[in-house]
T-cell receptor
Framework: SAVISQKPSRDICQRGTSLTIQCQVDSQVTMMFWYRQQPGQSLTLIATANQGSEATYESGFVIDKFPISRPNLTFSTLTVSNMSPEDSSIYLC?????????FGSGTRLTVV | GQQLNQSPQSMFIQEGEDVSMNCTSSSIFNTWLWYKQDPGEGPVLLIALYKAGELTSNGRLTAQFGITRKDSFLNISASIPSDVGIYFCAGQLKGGSEKLVFGKGTKLTVNP
């Protein structure tokens, strides 16, 4: 299965600022996904990021708040913009490769 | 959207006991997946099920894809302390690279 490196692993940020999370994959993949996991909760899909096209956002998530870049087949970034304490969550990237999903270790974000 | 109802929400068991958890849905799914998440990590795939009635084992873990395609269960036999974690079911309505829908998770605690 694909190996994902996600950075940073954790961060504490001031409200009103933005954080960009990076997801690097060790192989070329077409489909990458970004999830949010709020404290004690399950995973909720934020958006699907395919190379060469605009990201597709799920209901309740908008591009202005969570802009995504997908410059090539091995890399993507998710930015959490104008953060508030409600954005404190684990953010995970995932890829579809070799007929299965692989998840990164996540970025634990705390907004103060 | 589609929802997966996962139960129980949490379990406290003694080492050596067997564990069972399940997921149900009002929708028909083509794929059922079971993941485990350790603290500070992303979910790791345990078992994938692709056919109604399919029963698949992975070591001490056994999972089944319900005949109605609306449910799945995961059993863990002879639990050990490293089984501690959160177990998530996930489903795909169509399979392949379609996005995942996650259950809310079952938090397992194993007392030595």
């Amino acid at each position: 299965s694909a190996v994902i490196s996600q950075k940073p692993s954790r961060d504490i940020c001031q409200r009103g600022t933005s954080l960009t999370i990076q997801c690097q994959v060790d192989s070329q993949v077409t489909m990458m996904f970004w999830y949010r996991q709020q404290p004690g909760q399950s995973l909720t899909l934020i958006a699907t990021a395919n190379q060469g096209s605009e990201a597709t956002y799920e209901s309740g998530f908008v591009i202005d708040k969570f802009p995504i870049s997908r410059p090539n087949l091995t890399f993507s970034t998710l930015t959490v913009s104008n953060m508030s304490p409600e954005d404190s969550s684990i953010y995970l990237c995932s890829v579809w490769a070799n007929y299965g999903y692989t998840f990164g270790s996540g970025t634990r974000l705390t907004v103060v | 959207g589609q929802q997966l109802n996962q139960s129980p929400q949490s379990m406290f068991i003694q080492e050596g006991e067997d564990v069972s958890m399940n997921c149900t849905s009002s929708s028909i799914f083509n794929t059922w997946l079971w993941y485990k998440q350790d603290p500070g990590e992303g979910p790791v795939l345990l078992i994938a099920l692709y056919k109604a009635g399919e029963l698949t084992s992975n070591g001490r873990l056994t999972a089944q894809f319900g005949i109605t395609r609306k449910d799945s269960f995961l059993n863990i036999s002879a639990s050990i302390p490293s089984d501690v974690g959160i177990y998530f079911c996930a489903g795909q309505l169509k399979g392949g690279s379609e996005k995942l829908v996650f259950g809310k998770g079952t938090k397992l605690t194993v007392n030595p």
